[in-house]
């Protein structure tokens, strides 16, 4: 089965940062998927935070440029959101997905929120 768990979320006040981590399991052929970020709001649709292709390709919001990074290790079966100068408005729900052959398959989130 195939299975992606995000970790890494949390509080933390405007201005500091967080990193999350999309963790493949263990059956998982991390390499072959292409990665992304999306956050869902409160009574907001989820949106597309960041993504990384298999050939290390990076897309982002424009709300997150020069913010956020997004990286992977596909030896250790890993995707990386690196987020600094966060901001209230960062606050959401974060969920990993991994694209391979059409086929999407979603984490089950990690919250973040941002206050003081």
């Known amino acids: 089965q195939v299975q992606f768990v995000e970790s890494g979320g949390g509080l933390v006040q405007p201005g500091g940062s967080l990193r999350l981590t999309c963790a493949g399991g263990?059956?998982?052929?991390?390499?072959?998927?292409?990665m992304s970020w999306y956050r869902q709001a409160p009574g907001r649709q989820r949106e597309l935070v960041a993504s990384i292709s298999r050939d290390s390709s990076t897309t982002y919001a424009d709300s997150v440029k020069d913010r956020f990074s997004i990286s992977r290790d596909d030896a250790k079966k890993t995707a990386y959101l690196q987020m600094n100068s966060l901001k209230p408005e960062d606050t959401a729900v974060y969920y990993c997905?991994?694209?391979?052959?059409?086929?999407?398959?979603w984490g089950q989130g990690t919250q973040v929120t941002v206050s003081s």
């Open positions: 263990p059956g998982s052929l991390f390499s072959r998927y292409s």
């Open positions: 997905k991994a694209t391979w052959n059409l086929v999407d398959y």
